[in-house]
């Protein structure tokens, strides 16, 4: 079976949903996102493709500051350019330099503004400075195990019954990578092609002793004993040749202590269930942001 990329395609909208929820102990961090977003071809050559991304709502759920953070910085980069090669493997962003120029034209002092009473938003500019002073690093944070892995992937291409590959997640748990071994079972119906993965952890390259330091250190806990255990699965809907749906979930696991959970649910939507009011965390930036 084979996905092939329509040269007819133009532009497809979506919604989708994130949700994370991080346990450490007795504490609980989480949020649910909903995004609507729509995803057009601006331009390709005979070795890559330009794909504008455009955050056109969004509603922010979250437990901490950090997640209405997140959102805002959303905004930052409306909208995003993502330059992938003919089989859909993400590549890069083609006007990185432009997330800058609007930073430094009056985004910076809009947010600095609007959280200039928390404690820590010093520490959050200067870090987000730092990220975009390092583009090699704001790509890696860009694709981890985000909601851009539903869009950007080598779906185009020979798919075999049955693949195995390897994934890195870089920077998963801060200082320690998360290396997987995809394991996928595609399927053809008709029209529609089934991309199912499930995944388990690359013992040959995790650093299992660096992720047990930093769990003794986060808990101050030296006998701590570290089972990280891996559940994973994925489903992406294919028609014609254009994504309709994609289910993914990803949970990390020591017991008694630990978990991670990340969760992204996309599905194909018409433009006219696009909501009509705009979010209710950020559309002070992102009526502003789009004159910039």
């Not at 995004?35 to 504008?52: G, T, Y």
């Not at 006007?95 to 959280?115: E, L, M, Q, S």
């Not at 092609?193 to 995944?199: C, F, Q, R, S």
């Not at 017991?255 to 965390?281: D, W």
Request: charged share 25%; hydrophobic share 40%.
């Amino acid at each position: 079976m084979k996905l092939s990329f329509g040269t007819d395609f133009e532009s497809a909208w979506y919604q989708v949903t994130s949700s994370s929820r991080t346990i450490t102990g007795t504490k609980v961090l989480e949020f649910v996102q909903d995004r609507w977003v729509q995803i057009k071809l601006i331009s390709q050559d005979e070795k890559q493709r330009v794909f504008e991304y455009s955050l056109l709502d969004q509603d922010m759920e979250g437990s901490a500051l950090i997640h209405e953070w997140a959102g805002d910085m959303e905004w930052l980069q409306l909208p995003i350019q993502v330059i992938t090669d003919l089989e859909g493997k993400f590549i890069g962003i083609n006007n990185f330099n432009h997330f800058i120029t609007r930073w430094n034209n009056g985004y910076r002092v809009k947010i600095a503004n609007k959280y200039q009473n928390h404690e820590g938003i010093h520490v959050m500019l200067s870090e987000t400075e730092k990220l975009l002073q390092d583009p090699k690093r704001f790509l890696q944070s860009f694709m981890g195990y985000s909601h851009y892995r539903c869009f950007f992937q080598p779906f185009y291409r020979a798919l075999e019954i049955t693949e195995k590959y390897p994934l890195l997640l870089k920077g998963f748990f801060g200082p320690v990578d998360l290396p997987l071994i995809i394991h996928a079972n595609n399927e053809q119906t008709g029209d529609w092609v089934k991309i199912t993965n499930d995944a388990k952890i690359d013992d040959e390259k995790f650093d299992r002793k660096a992720f047990v330091r930093m769990m003794k250190d986060l808990t101050n806990t030296y006998d701590l004993k570290v089972d990280l255990q891996t559940e994973m699965e994925e489903i992406y809907l294919f028609k014609n040749n254009v994504l309709q749906s994609a289910d993914l979930y990803l949970q990390l696991h020591v017991p008694s202590f630990y978990t991670v959970v990340n969760a992204h649910q996309c599905k194909r939507i018409e433009q006219s269930e696009l909501p009509e009011s705009n979010g209710k965390k950020a559309s002070i930036f992102k009526n502003s942001m789009l004159m910039v």
